[in-house]
């Protein structure tokens, strides 16, 4: 059964950095665009950026243009989101998910990033 497990997140101040990394098990990570996406309080959950199977093509939501960085490495099953100029407005629930399962509505548990001085 295909699992994926988001962890990294934490308090930062604004103008700080974390890397976010998402561990993927039980399909195979490789044939599978995956994305980040983001639910802060009281909002719909958005995409934030995603990454081809090779991981060369990424789109990023306009929002995170020029400061997050999404990058996979396929050997270790895993995706990354590299996180600077943080802004308390990027203050959310992180996820990572294919296309598929959030299509089906199926999510991991999520990292909390929280953005404040």
């Known amino acids: 059964q295909a699992q994926l497990v988001e962890s990294g997140g934490g308090l930062v101040q604004p103008g700080g950095s974390l890397t976010l990394s998402c561990a993927a098990s039980g399909f195979t990570f490789s044939s599978y665009v995956m994305r980040w996406y983001r639910q802060a309080p009281g909002k719909e959950r958005e995409l934030v950026a995603s990454i081809s199977t090779s991981g060369a093509i990424k789109n990023y939501a306009d929002s995170v243009k020029g400061r997050f960085t999404i990058s996979r490495n396929n050997g270790k099953t895993t995706v990354y989101l590299q996180m600077n100029a943080l802004k308390p407005e990027d203050t959310a629930v992180y996820y990572c998910?294919?296309?598929?399962?959030?299509?089906?509505?199926?999510w991991g548990q999520g990292s909390q990033v929280t953005v404040s001085a």
């Open positions: 998910n294919t296309i598929q399962r959030a299509a089906s509505g199926s």
